[in-house]
């Protein structure tokens, strides 16, 4: 789990292109969106774009995907449990 | 129409332009064909979350209009208004990349959404909270000019004080040069671009790229020039040219020894240099015949290059050695001709006079 979540966080710095930021600064439980990593919309469909394009997850409800994309261990979990690739 | 007037002027070009305070004194140059713009530093203009997703392009065109918004002291535009003849070419280039690479599936909505021509206007707009007319004209040759017009027309239609943001914006991507250089835009073998115009005896020229703003209103007060004329050509020869800046001239009750300096768009391609025969010898020996291509590269919006350059030499009075073909004897810079002609056989002149 912990190495997911390492892949995961150089994933979302080259994706968001996070210049200046490691995976160590990100919190695995802080907000990704508001207050913690400061995201906006256009990073919730490139992270999207992310989970489909790496682990093979499709995520059509809005809603699941707003709690999937709640923070980096959220997003590890749901990972987990639905990755086809 | 009645003449608008421009009361500040940015430009980020392949020279330092953006920030230096002397007019052309250290001058970049090019050995590959390939003239790219000397970047600044964007994140001074830019929101910072925001900026991480933006590609050179957008920075450019941003940063230009708001560098000319901080010269203007103004901090909302009435309005808008650009040209691009290209608009991002990089973030075109790698969605559409991305598109055959993942077989149209999961592609990055980043490159997509930015890549649309009218991205530099909507960020300014958000960045100034600007509520107002908002265009972007894509006429590649003449997308500048397009943009100059509209925004005269639209202020001539009213009494009150308004101003309009105005520029133009294009990138050159290595896959543009490679494209362009199948259809002979580029001359081979390539020269160092400061002996670009000793080449005019051969076809091609060298790549450019360059963004400029420009505030314009319809109040005189403490602008700089008067755009007095504006005037797009397409597939001109020689003598439609002529024609039409005696035409222009006439208009403004002018003829060509009224006019002090001549800023000529010619690219050093063979195929072009015709059409500035006449400018290049029938003025007096009052008119400074200058040129900008070999600075700046060819590009669809090099006249906001030249537009910039003029505001300068209107400001400083002072004409650089680099640009100057034929020193002039007039007494001051009041009255200025530019003449300028696109790759694609679209030409326009403008007529500006100096306050």
Redesign the interface.
């Known amino acids: 789990m912990e190495d997911l979540k390492l892949t995961l966080k150089q994933q979302i710095i080259e ?5 200046g930021m490691t995976p160590a600064d990100i919190d695995d439980n802080a907000p990704l969106f508001g207050e913690g990593l ?1 995201l ?1 919309s ?1 990073d919730s ?2 992270l999207m ?1 992310l989970l ?2 790496n682990y093979g997850i499709k995520i059509e409800d809005a809603r699941e995907g707003r709690k999937v994309l709640e923070s980096v261990s959220s997003m590890a979990d749901y990972i987990q449990q639905h990755r086809k690739i | 129409m009645n003449p608008v007037y421009i009361s500040a002027a940015a430009a980020l070009s392949p020279q330092y332009t953006f920030e230096a305070e002397g007019l052309l004194q250290d001058v970049r140059s090019s050995d590959n064909g390939k003239l790219f713009v000397t970047d600044a530093d964007y994140s001074k203009f830019i929101n910072p979350v925001a900026i991480r997703r933006m590609s050179r392009l957008l920075k450019m065109g941003i940063s230009t209009g708001m560098k000319c918004m901080q010269l203007a002291g103004i901090r909302s535009p009435d309005g808008i208004i650009t040209g691009t003849g290209r608009g991002s070419m990089r973030d075109m280039e790698i969605f559409l990349g991305d598109m055959i690479r993942l077989k149209e599936e999961t592609l990055n909505p980043t490159y997509f959404i930015q890549s649309t021509y009218n991205s530099v206007n909507g960020w300014l707009a958000m960045q100034t909270k600007c509520n107002g007319y908002n265009q972007t004209y894509v006429h590649r040759g003449h997308s500048l000019e397009m943009a100059l017009l509209d925004a005269q027309m639209l202020l001539n239609e009213t009494n009150e004080r308004k101003t309009y943001l105005v520029g133009a914006f294009d990138e050159m991507t290595d896959e543009y040069f490679l494209v362009k250089s199948k259809k002979a835009y580029w001359k081979k073998p390539v020269p160092n671009s400061l002996d670009l115009f000793k080449h005019s005896d051969t076809k091609g020229s060298i790549g450019g790229e360059g963004a400029a703003f420009f505030t314009v209103t319809n109040d005189k007060e403490n602008t700089i020039c008067g755009i007095e004329d504006i005037r797009m050509l397409q597939d001109p020869d020689e003598n439609e040219i002529n024609r039409t800046i005696e035409n222009v001239l006439q208009r403004h009750h002018l003829n060509i020894k009224n006019i002090d300096l001549v800023l000529c768009g010619m690219n050093g391609d063979s195929r072009f240099q015709p059409l500035y025969a006449n400018i290049l010898t029938g003025f007096t020996a009052r008119t400074s015949i200058t040129a900008f291509k070999h600075l700046t590269g060819e590009y669809d919006t090099s006249t906001s290059f030249a537009l910039w350059l003029a505001t300068e030499l209107f400001k400083r009075q002072e004409i650089p050695e680099i640009i100057t073909l034929k020193k002039g004897i007039h007494s001051d810079i009041k009255n200025v001709l530019i003449v300028n002609h696109y790759i694609l056989n679209s030409a326009s002149i403008l007529l500006l006079k100096g306050n």
């Not at chain 1, 994706?15 to 210049?19: G, M, P, V, W, Y």
């Open positions: 994706s968001l292109n996070l210049q400061g906006d256009i469909l490139e774009v489909e394009r």
